[in-house]
């Protein structure tokens, strides 16, 4: 059974970095896509970005692409988030997600994800 535990999260001011991690146990990590949502209050959950099993740049949601950036360590199985100035919109409960037969069109369809963390808070103080 794959399992993801996300770390990291806290309360930031705006223009602040957050880096939040996700491990990943049960399976190599290079076996899986893995990828980043997030949900902020009384909005629907967001595609942050998805670092893909066969390697290769990853993909970023348009509000997030110039300011965070996925990478991953496969001997720490573990999975980052880099966020950058950050913003009092960013402000969310941020999961990782990952699948071992995500297709590139599907990296955004948070129901192509079979195994999810619990999520970590992430508040942005203006």
Do not use: H
């Not at 991690?21 to 290079?30: D, I, K, M, T």
């Not at 949601?61 to 880099?82: C, E, H, I, P």
């Amino acid at each position: 059974q794959v399992t993801l535990v996300e770390s990291g999260g806290g309360l930031v001011q705006v223009g602040d970095s957050l880096r939040l991690s996700c491990e990943v146990s049960g399976s190599a990590l290079n076996r899986l896509s893995v990828g980043w949502f997030r949900q902020g209050p009384g909005k629907e959950r967001e595609f942050v970005g998805c670092i893909r099993s066969s390697g290769g740049r990853p993909y970023y949601g348009d509000s997030v692409k110039d300011r965070f950036t996925m990478s991953r360590d496969n001997a720490q199985k573990t999975v980052y988030l880099q966020m950058n100035n950050l913003q009092s919109e960013d402000t969310a409960v941020y999961y990782c997600a990952a699948s071992a037969t995500l297709i590139l069109s599907s990296i955004r369809n948070s129901n192509m994800y079979a195994y999810w963390g619990q999520g970590t808070q992430v508040t942005v103080s203006s």
